[in-house]
């Protein structure tokens, strides 16, 4: 190409503690990289750059991955710069084929394609032949996504690039510590605001004092906490103290007591059960089981495997309506036909069902092995957040942490009754006023054993 014919991409210029990404992908030729930076420190335009670059130089299809479509619309391929120009104008004109609106879709002149796409329909990618993506705001992307497509990229001989703030102790933690104990492989940059000076203390104190952002948030966002947890989670300073106490660890199964299940249903949605022992006073969950997409009988199937003594089976109120069975039949019953009888949680609302499970979690032990999506949900299971207000709204967010969080709600919903089970009424009685007035509680007080203020 004579040099009158040359396109130069030179609209982005790197900061300088981005420079170490370009290196790392175009001079050391990294092919996995994980980059953690505070928040408008430009982690999206450095990567949307790169993928350009490398969509130029290898003919190919290339994902550019938010966490759902809407996000990317607005953030990337509607997007604007701070500057009021669009994003997608780093790519020269004279280097666009044809661009399709509706599916987010620029064809170069090259035939590289490069689409922008919501990763909470990783499914839709199945069968796809991308050469290279990245996942941006990937601590909130669909934690199958990058599963679905990594073996793809791995025999083209693709890459990938994740850039994120943190969200608590989540997948994208997990895989940022994969990361840093494999520098052969992965590239994994961290930098907070101490270090980028892109924005000032003065200016975060500024807008944490006009409400703009919580002291918590700014931990998270500027100075790249994943300790943090998720802002406005409901359960993560009690996760905190239960590890803390050594309730998160090894749970075995005491085969001398009952094993209850505790049900979220799904059908198109996920169905999680929880699996549980009340031994003393500690509930001990010693197993879960999820999946999505298949029958009532499948999940009974599956626990019928187990080699438990069954006590309770506990289900929401939807179990008593009639389309997750075929045959027009309600769950409940579809359910006492193939031997299992589901006791129905009260129907609370979910605030006080959440104040149940805060109520039960100081007397909750959890495996760490198997019960490892409780966990996650545990410290990441939030408040709806209305950017309109800049407030948290008084009801949960759905993702992908409901359905376990629901579970768990279930049981804690529940424990009154399993605990009045079988129990003479002294020692109802003693339950409820060590319940009412801890273990050193005061004479004798009488009352209604299964009272739904208890905290048995």
Not at 8 to 30: M, V
Not at 162 to 176: I, M, Q
Request: hydrophobic residues 35%.
């Amino acid at each position: 190409m004579n040099a009158e014919n040359q396109i130069c991409l030179d609209k982005f210029q790197p900061r300088s503690y981005q420079i170490p990404i370009c290196q790392a992908f175009e001079e050391k030729g990294y092919k996995k990289l994980i980059i953690t930076l505070p928040r408008r420190a430009g982690k999206d335009i450095v990567a949307f750059n790169l993928l350009i670059r490398a969509a130029l130089r290898r003919v190919g299809i290339y994902y550019y991955l938010l966490p759902d479509a809407v996000q990317a619309r607005r953030v990337m391929f509607d997007g604007k710069t701070n500057s009021g120009e669009r994003i997608i104008d780093y790519i020269p004109p004279q280097l666009i084929k044809a661009i399709n609106i509706q599916q987010m879709k620029i064809i170069l002149t090259n035939e590289s394609i490069i689409q922008f796409v919501g990763s909470e329909r990783y499914d839709s990618l199945r069968g796809t032949n991308p050469v290279g993506c990245v996942f941006s705001e990937a601590a909130y992307s669909h934690p199958q996504a990058y599963p679905t497509l990594s073996a793809i990229l791995l025999a083209n001989d693709g890459w990938v690039i994740f850039v994120s703030t943190p969200f608590g102790e989540n997948h994208f933690y997990k895989l940022f510590e994969v990361a840093k104990h494999n520098p052969q492989t992965w590239f994994s940059y961290f930098l907070t605001v101490d270090e980028t000076k892109h924005v000032t203390r003065a200016q975060i104190d500024a807008e944490i004092a006009a409400g703009v952002i919580s002291p918590d948030m700014a931990e998270q966002e500027y100075y790249c906490s994943f300790s943090i947890g998720a802002v406005g989670a409901y359960y993560a300073k009690y996760l905190n103290r239960m590890e803390l106490n050594s309730q998160i660890g090894k749970v075995d199964w005491e085969p001398n007591y009952p094993v209850n299940s505790s049900w979220d249903l799904g059908l198109r949605d996920q169905t999680c059960i929880l699996l549980f022992q009340l031994v003393g006073r500690q509930i001990n969950i010693i197993d879960m089981y999820q999946n999505s997409d298949v029958g009532l009988e499948h999940y009974i199937n599956y626990l019928q495997t187990k080699p438990y003594t069954w006590g309770k089976h506990i289900a929401p109120h939807d179990i008593k309506v009639r389309e997750f069975t075929s045959g027009g039949i309600s769950r409940i019953d579809k359910a006492a036909q193939l031997g299992f009888r589901f006791m129905v949680a009260p129907n609370l609302t979910i605030i006080d069902g959440i104040e149940s499970v805060r109520t039960a979690l100081p007397r909750i032990y959890i495996d760490n092995q198997k019960c490892r999506p409780l966990i996650e949900a545990l410290r990441n299971y939030r408040k709806e957040f209305d950017p309109a207000t800049k407030m948290y709204r008084q009801k949960p967010l759905h993702d992908m942490n409901s359905h376990v969080a629901d579970a768990l709600r279930m049981m804690c919903t529940y424990l009154p009754k399993l605990h009045t089970t079988n129990s003479s009424p002294e020692e109802l009685d003693r339950r409820y006023r060590e319940a009412m007035f801890g273990e050193k509680f005061p004479g004798i007080f009488s009352g209604d054993y299964d009272t739904p203020g208890s905290n048995w």
